[in-house]
DNA sequence: ACAGAAAGGTTTGCACCGCAAACCGATCTG
DNA sequence: CAGATCGGTTTGCGGTGCAAACCTTTCTGT
């Protein structure tokens, strides 16, 4: 009942703990650069709820979204940035210490 | 990219996986039964805001609300229902299978 | 060549949520 | 018995998450 260390769930960051955010941020940790349509099927996700995240994520520096295109259609990537690298870790550690607590 | 089961973070359930909440649980599942203020400090909460998250959970049926007296104190006690168990152990489940993506 | 349909997103509108300030009823304390 | 304290709830509001509606460009059929 002296446990003052902080709580795990105290070290998490709203914006990246969000969890169609964080299976963004995962998914672009593990590649290069990511199709914006890829997320979409992969994290089910409608069109509009996907666009509204990676706002969120690119206001906060957190992803970088580069428009281009691929043949004629336009096309959208994003990249994680290092800060959004960093982000996703501090987010990672805090659940390991959690996830330490459930045996 | 054939990849189509579905990803982990579609297995979350938003009403445990809010961090506080995630929070609450947690303790709740650490032993039978936890004191409100308990919960207060450890999880650096506004008596307020803690209220409101134990009244979603509750609403929810994954904890009971207990009201007592502690000497001539009123005193609030909060229990992990067995949904609320089902519930954690699920959320515990998906971020085991997120985390592991992360080597 | 022109009318849809489809691809690939963005914007809008609304209900719900998270938060702390304000509040409430009891119980101590001088 | 006036005020401080404990233990918690309610209120008010800005912010968020969501899908429907919308926009632009590119295919496709005729």
Sequence with gaps: MTDDAPFPTNG?????HQRHRLGILTIASESDRVEVSYLREALELTAGNLSRHLAVLADADLVAIERGYHGNRAKTWIRITPAGEAA????????????????
């Design 12 to 16: 998490l960051n709203d914006t990246v």
């Design 88 to 103: 996703l870790d501090a987010e990672v550690a805090a659940l390991r210490e959690l996830l330490d607590r459930h045996g």
